[in-house]
C-alpha cells in the first residue's frame, strides 16, 4: 500500500521521512511515553481516555510534550484523515501517539532534563490480522520466569518503552511456544498483565481481573468493565495465581487491537471446555454492537486478503 503520513514535530511528512537522533533520550535511556488505539471504519475508539491516559504518563515522567492533550486528540484524528484514502486496503488503522524528552547534545549529557525540547510523533499504520484465527480457535498464554517491574521501581501504570523485562518475556515464552502471549508475574507470584495486553479470567460466571496495583490501565480493560455492568456480568479484581488461571472456566486477554482474544491453552493447560466461552461471547457480541462493526468477522475478512 502507499507510503503513510505521520506527524513529526510539527509537520506532516512521509513516514520514512521520520528520523530520530541517536543522541534522543527516548533511543538512548528508553525516556518516553505512548499510547495506541484503533480505529473501526475509521473512526477511532475512545481517544479521550486514552488522550487522560498519556497524559497522566507524561505528568508520572515529567515530560513536557509542548502541545496540550486537545491538541493531540486533533492531530491524532488529522493523522487518520490524511492516511484514509488507504484504509480500504488495510480495513482499520493503529495510531501511536509517541512523546521522548527530546535529545541530548553529546557535549551537554549534564544539561538539564527540563530544558531539553520533546519529541512528538503521531504514527498511522495498518492494522495487522493475524490474530483473526485466534477468535474461535483461541491464543496460547505462558507464565515466563522473568518478572513485571515493582510499581516501586517503575510503576506500570505510565505506558512506557522500557520494556527490557517485556522482551525476556517474550523471548521465554517463544522458547515453549513461538505463538504463545506472555504474561508476566510480580514479584510475589501474582498475575498481572502481557506485554501488550490485560488478562481476565472467568470463574463461576464472575469474571476476575488482576488489580490495577502493578499493571497498565488498560482502555479495553475499562470497557470490558463497562460491558459486563451492561450486561450484569459479575466482574471483580483481585489478586490471582497461576492456580486460578489453570482451574478457570474462560480466560482471555484484552488490548486495543484484538479487544478481546478467547484464550484456550495457559502453560499448555487446556482452559474450559469450549473456546470461546459464552461470556467471552457475549462480550465481544456487545463489543461489536458498540462499534457499529462486526469486529471477529472484519478480522477474518481482512485475514484473507
Known sequence: MGEMIYYFNGEW??????????????????DVVFDV?????????????????????LQYYRIDPGIYMDEMEALSEEAVRRNEHLRHLCGDFAVRQTVTRGRVPLATQGSPLDELTAT??????????????????????????????????????????????????????AD????????????????????????FIVTDGVIRTPSDSAILQGISRMTVFDLANQLNIPIVEEDLQPYDAYTADEAFLTNSVFQLLPLATIDKRRVGDEVPGPISNQLLSAWSEMVGLDIVGQALDQAKR
Do not use: C
Open 37 to 57: 488505539e484503533r480505529t473501526f471504519d475509521g473512526k477511532l475508539f475512545r481517544l479521550k481516555e486514552h488522550m487522560h491516559r498519556i497524559h497522566r504518563s
Open 176 to 199: 515453549i511456544d513461538p505463538n504463545a502471549h506472555p504474561v508476566l508475574l510480580d514479584q510475589n507470584g501474582n498475575i498481572t498483565e502481557g506485554v501488550a495486553s490485560n488478562f
Open 120 to 173: 512528538v510523533i503521531i504514527a498511522v499504520d495498518p492494522l495487522i490480522w493475524s490474530h483473526a484465527g485466534q477468535y474461535d480457535n483461541g491464543a496460547a498464554v505462558v507464565f515466563p520466569s522473568v518478572r513485571s517491574y515493582s510499581s516501586l521501581s517503575l510503576d506500570p501504570k505510565a505506558k512506557h518503552y522500557s520494556r527490557g523485562n517485556f522482551v525476556q518475556a517474550q523471548l521465554q515464552a
Open 13 to 30: 511528512v512521509p513516514q520514512d521521512e521520520v528520523m530520530i537522533h541517536p543522541y534522543d533520550r527516548g533511543f538512548t535511556m528508553g
